[in-house]
C-alpha cells in the first residue's frame, strides 16, 4: 500500500468508549439520559466515551449493552473474539422456511384456498400448541409456513367484500403468530415486514380485535427499537385506544382484553422513560379492565388477563429499575396461575431481573433456572436472562460461578 493513500478508519479496533458513544447515539439518548439508566452521572458517561476512564467491569459492560440494546457484545466492547449475541438468538432452525413463505406471494390459484374458518380453527390449535409446549418455536416454525401460505391464497381468492374482510382477519392473525416466531431473530427486516403486514391486514378487515392485536405488536417492535421510538410506540397505542375505547361497553371479552393489553403496554413504555407516575397510572387502569373479564379467561394472543396483571407488576418495577419493589411485586404475583409456558418463562426472567436489581443474584440464578424448566425456547432467545447469566459466571463466589456456568452451557453461551 502507498504510503501517502488514505488511511482505513477501520484498520484499528475503535476504542470502547467511542463505540458506546455511536452506540448510544444511534438510540437517540443523551448522556444524561444515559447515565441515569445506569445509575450514574453524565460527567460519568463523558469520561467513558472520551476514554478517560478504563473499560468497566463485565458486570458494567453488560449492563450498558442491556441498556443500549446491543445485540452483540462484540459490537460495544469490539473484541472479535467475545461474540454474544445478546438481544437475538441464534437463528432457529425452522427462520429459513418462515422467510420463504412470507417473502413469496401467490399470484395464481394452482388449488383452492381454505376457508377463513379453517383457518380460524387451525389458527386457535396453532395458539394452543404455542402456549403448552416447551419448544414453542419449533412448534410454531413447523406451522408458520403453510399457515402463511394459505392464509395469503384466502385473501387472493376473497370473492366477496364479506369472505376478503374475513380472510384478511385471519391473515392479520397469522402474522400475528409470525411476530412470536420472528422477535429476537437475526432478521430485523422480516420482523418489520411481518408486523406492517400484520397491521395492514388488520385494518382491511375492519375488525376491532384484529386491529387490536396488530397495533399491541407493532407498539412492542417500535417501543424494542429503542428510546428514540418512543414516541412512534405511543402514537400507535393511544391512536388504537383511542379507536376501541368506543366501542368497550359493549366489547367482547377478546376486544375488552386487547385495550387492556394496549393499555399496559402504554405503562411498560411509560416505565422503559422512567416515567413512574404514569407507569403505574396505566398499570393500575389495566388491572382494572382485567376485573372485569371472567376469572379464567385468558386471551390467547397477548395472555392479558386477571392471571397476568401480577406478573406486569413485576415488570413495571424492573422497568423502573426499582428492585426492592420488583421483589415485592414478584412475591405478590402467582406464576402458577398463568397457563402459558413461554409466558410463564417470560416471567420468571423479569423476577430474575427483580432479583438481580435487589442484589440476590443467587435467587435470580435460581429463577432463570425455572424458567429454563418452563420454556427452554424463550430464555435461550432472551438478552435479559443471557446478561445475569454471563455476569454471574464471573462471580466471586465458586458456587455461584458453577450453577451461571451450567446454565450459561444450556443457552449455548458455553461449550459444555
Do not use: C
Request: proline share 6%; glycine share 6%; no cysteine.
Amino acid at each position: 500500500m502507498s504510503p501517502d493513500a488514505t488511511p482505513d478508519p477501520y484498520a484499528d479496533p475503535i476504542r470502547f468508549g467511542q463505540r458506546a458513544k455511536i452506540l448510544r447515539s444511534r438510540r437517540g439518548m443523551t448522556r444524561e439520559a444515559f447515565g441515569g439508566l445506569m445509575g450514574k452521572s453524565a460527567s460519568w458517561v463523558r469520561a467513558i466515551e472520551e476514554g478517560r476512564l478504563k473499560v468497566p467491569r463485565l458486570e458494567v459492560v453488560l449492563r450498558m449493552a442491556e441498556i443500549l440494546r446491543v445485540r452483540d457484545l462484540a459490537d460495544l466492547t469490539g473484541d472479535q473474539s467475545a461474540h454474544v449475541s445478546l438481544f437475538t438468538g441464534p437463528g432457529h432452525p425452522r427462520l429459513a422456511a418462515v422467510q420463504d413463505a412470507v417473502n413469496t406471494f401467490p399470484l395464481t390459484g394452482v388449488r383452492e384456498a381454505p376457508s377463513a374458518e379453517h383457518l380460524q380453527a387451525r389458527l386457535a390449535r396453532a395458539w394452543a400448541a404455542r402456549h403448552s409446549a416447551p419448544n414453542h418455536r419449533e412448534v410454531v416454525g413447523a406451522l408458520l409456513p403453510d399457515l402463511i401460505r394459505d392464509a395469503q391464497l384466502a385473501v387472493r381468492q376473497a370473492d366477496s367484500a364479506g369472505d376478503r374482510r374475513a380472510s384478511q382477519s385471519a391473515l392479520a392473525e397469522v402474522y400475528s403468530l409470525s411476530q412470536f416466531f420472528v422477535a429476537y431473530q437475526p432478521d430485523a427486516a422480516l420482523l418489520w415486514r411481518v408486523a406492517e403486514r400484520g397491521m395492514v391486514a388488520a385494518q382491511e378487515s375492519e375488525d376491532p380485535h384484529a386491529i387490536g392485536v396488530a397495533a399491541w405488536l407493532v407498539t412492542q417492535a417500535h417501543r424494542d427499537s429503542g428510546p428514540a421510538r418512543f414516541d412512534a410506540a405511543d402514537a400507535v397505542n393511544l391512536e388504537t385506544l383511542a379507536y376501541l375505547e368506543p366501542l368497550l361497553p359493549e366489547a367482547s371479552d377478546d376486544v375488552l382484553a386487547v385495550a387492556g393489553a394496549l393499555t399496559f403496554e402504554a405503562g411498560y413504555t411509560a416505565a422503559r422513560r422512567g416515567d413512574t407516575g404514569a407507569a403505574w397510572r396505566y398499570w393500575d387502569t389495566a388491572g382494572d379492565m382485567a376485573g372485569r373479564l371472567p376469572v379464567d379467561y385468558y386471551h390467547p394472543i397477548t395472555s392479558f388477563s386477571r392471571a397476568i396483571i401480577g406478573a406486569h407488576a413485576v415488570t413495571v418495577a424492573v422497568e423502573l429499575h426499582a428492585g426492592g419493589e420488583s421483589v415485592r411485586q414478584a412475591a405478590r404475583a402467582d406464576a402458577s396461575t398463568i397457563p402459558s409456558r413461554p409466558r410463564r418463562a417470560r416471567h420468571r426472567i423479569e423476577e430474575a431481573r427483580g432479583y438481580q436489581l435487589d442484589g440476590q443474584p443467587d435467587v435470580a440464578l435460581a429463577t432463570l433456572a425455572q424458567a429454563h424448566e418452563a420454556a427452554p425456547e424463550t430464555i435461550k432467545y432472551n438478552g435479559y436472562a443471557k446478561r445475569i447469566v454471563l455476569e454471574e459466571t464471573q462471580a466471586k463466589s465458586p458456587a455461584r460461578r458453577r450453577r451461571a456456568s451450567d446454565l450459561a452451557v444450556k443457552l449455548g453461551l458455553l461449550a459444555a
